[in-house]
């Protein structure tokens, strides 16, 4: 994969390597590499007449507890993981949503690991309450995407994205992402 990043120095792929295996061999993520988790696992959704899928980095699933890992390249920029999240909050949303909707559990845990600060995963956990709540806000903000309210609804009959507009910007979709599949 990093081969195949011709904007990165040796350095940076050396350095983006390192915090990688940094957290392969951490500890405190034993039980996400354990036997039974998943990587780039498939998620599916509905919200509404949406179909919403995208792929977890890593997925722990037991009768107990659902936990979402996604790992992030991207760079801080001076910023601090929590404040850098902002921008995946909808995408841990969606994926939460749609796990949690599938069981019986309680809550779905979430960590987000921004790999230059691997040390400092950006966790939450969603309850069913807040399950609710994300509903209830993607529903609108899935149902202004398809409209012919936003660019993004109107570009092939609101099929794809046009990768222009806020709510484009927003879910991260561009030209050439298949229908309202965001991540």
Known sequence: FLKKQPDLSPAQRK???????????DKEFATVFAPGGRSE???IGRIGDNTISGRVDRLVITTTEILIVDYKTSSLAGSSAGEKMAGYELQRDLYALALGSAGDLESVDTAWVFLEDASNPVEKTLTRDDLKVVKTELTTIVGEITSAGTSAGQAN????PCGKCWACERMGAGPGTVRTTLF
Not at 16 to 25: C, I, P, Q, R
Not at 157 to 160: D, F, I, L, P, S
Request: hydrophobic content about 50%.
């Open 157 to 160: 009959g609101g099929r794809e």
């Open 15 to 25: 350095e983006m390597l390192e915090a990688a295996m940094g957290v392969l061999e």
């Open 41 to 43: 696992a498939p998620v």
